[in-house]
């Protein structure tokens, strides 16, 4: 899997509004459900890009119904309704970074490591600088993310290439009665996210001035 993150035209204030021209430029890349790789029941897509000092990453979600009550920092939001962004700026999945945000604005970063007995979570960790916005929309639920670079790699060049996923929890019902969805851009093809070798490859392009070239 391969999306291409281009750079931005130029700066702009979070929104989580696709029809934005900077946005608008960007084409959006649709998930598939994490096990099986089919359609979901509820459309995600996400578009990105970047400028000298910040990854952005724009979520829409269908969604009949977008609810959450978590509004604590580092909550537990993959318990409720939430979008998630994994990504490794070296590529060796030696250590990758998670952040989730969920329809109320909350936010959530954990970095893993690699250790003898798997992957560990460091949950002390906080990405310095990380901007949100969340929106309910009709129909659904959009997120921005403003990730600064000098908080997780340095500053990419054109073709600079990371290792990432793009994820999202769907919980049509409060009470847990209708069963979760998973989807992802790229699916793990099993229920859970944190399969490192099922990454896609996001590729920046231009030069984070709005210049391709």
């Known amino acids: 899997m391969l999306a291409r993150c281009v750079a931005a035209a130029a700066p702009h204030e979070l929104s989580a509004d696709a029809s934005l021209p900077h946005w608008a430029a960007c084409a959006p890349v649709e998930f598939r459900e994490a096990v099986s790789g089919d359609a979901p029941k509820q459309k995600t897509t996400v578009r990105t890009l970047w400028t000298p000092t910040e990854w952005r990453i724009l979520f829409?979600?269908?969604?009949?119904?977008?609810?959450?009550?978590?509004?604590?920092?580092?909550?537990?939001?993959?318990?409720?309704?939430?979008?998630?962004?994994?990504?490794?700026?070296v590529g060796d999945l030696e250590s990758y970074y998670e952040v989730e945000v969920n329809p109320l604005g909350t936010e959530l970063d954990i970095v893993f490591r690699r250790s003898r007995s798997g992957y560990k979570g460091d949950w002390a960790w906080d990405c310095a600088g990380l901007r949100t916005l969340a929106r309910i929309v009709p129909g659904g639920w959009n997120a921005e993310l403003a990730i600064p670079f000098a908080s997780v790699a340095e500053v990419p060049v054109n073709g600079t290439r990371w290792r990432v996923n793009f994820c999202r929890i769907d919980r049509p019902s409060r009470d847990n009665s209708l069963p979760r969805e998973l989807s992802a851009w790229s699916p793990p093809l099993r229920e859970s996210f944190h399969t490192q070798e099922r990454f896609g490859v996001l590729e920046f392009q231009g030069d984070g001035r709005g210049g391709i070239l």
């Open 60 to 89: 829409e979600c269908e969604d009949a119904l977008p609810w959450a009550t978590l509004t604590q920092r580092d909550g537990l939001l993959y318990t409720e309704e939430t979008v998630e962004v994994f990504f490794d700026p």
